[in-house]
């Protein structure tokens, strides 16, 4: 047998839910080194696979079964039927005791979260549960991707493994912006409410300071140069006063003002040749608060 052609098989059920995908993810994602060409497996809810019935042809060197199985990684045991844990609960706790900086990785811990309070059904606690605006979260789309005609097992934890990595990715820079805004945002009075300022390459700062409660938010890319300002939807401020006065002063960054008032952009992802803004951003603040 050749043994390069050896690897490990991950064991979940069919038409994997949240859970099992997350479970999953994290195995093949935080021990990479041993499983992120780990093979998958699915069977029925419950049912595990014997290492004397798979196929010879490839060597298998150890099976892990997860939210099925009645074994390490599963939750449907008597004993264990009404903890508040799951599949990806179990499985991230495993992994933190190998990989003891895990246990510090605030956006894992929170998307594990995440995860088991809907796989305990704990949506139906939410504030307005019966909004619509649920139907677009994670755990709705992957029951969706199951209800489509060319569904399999393997394209719902495909489609689930990467909304994974997205909303990881989306914590992270949360967590990160946080932190970000407690060390160095600045912050200034405003006729209206407050205003805070920030210098970094972190484009939440914007929206997480917003539902911080802050009037008005600009954040200036500390490697780039380009500023984005942007007003809370329900303030008094148009900043159509302070694009007229920007340009006054600034006759070399691209400056974009949106309609509504509450947007002044000087960069953008969607916008590829935005020239960045000489003014810093102690000049900024300095005009806004001149205005507002």
Known sequence: MNRSKSRSLIVTHHAPDLDAI??????KRFDARRLANAKVAFVNPGDRIDPTN???TEEI?????VDTGLGKFDHHQEERAKANICAASLVLADLSERYPDLSHDDALI???????????????FWPEADSDRYAFMIHELIQAVEAKSEHNDESQLHFGM????????????RFSARRIINQKGIIFSLKHGQGMAVETGNDSVIK???????TLVVRKDEERGNVRIKARPDSRIDLKALYLR????DQRGTWFYHYSGKMLLNGSSKHRNQIATPLNLKEIIRLIKELY
Not at 110 to 124: A, C, M, Q, R, T
Not at 162 to 173: E, F, P
Not at 208 to 214: D, N, P, V
Not at 246 to 249: G, Y
């Open 208 to 214: 997480l300071a917003q539902k911080m409660g802050y």
């Open 162 to 173: 990467q909304c994974l990595d997205s909303a990881y990715t989306v914590l992270r820079n």
């Open 22 to 27: 997350s479970a999953v993810w994290l195995l």
């Open 54 to 56: 798979l196929d010879q």
């Open 61 to 65: 060197n150890e099976i892990i079964h």
């Open 110 to 124: 929170s998307l594990v979260k995440f995860v088991n309070e809907i796989d305990h059904f704990g949506e139906i």
């Open 246 to 249: 920007v340009k006054q002063i």
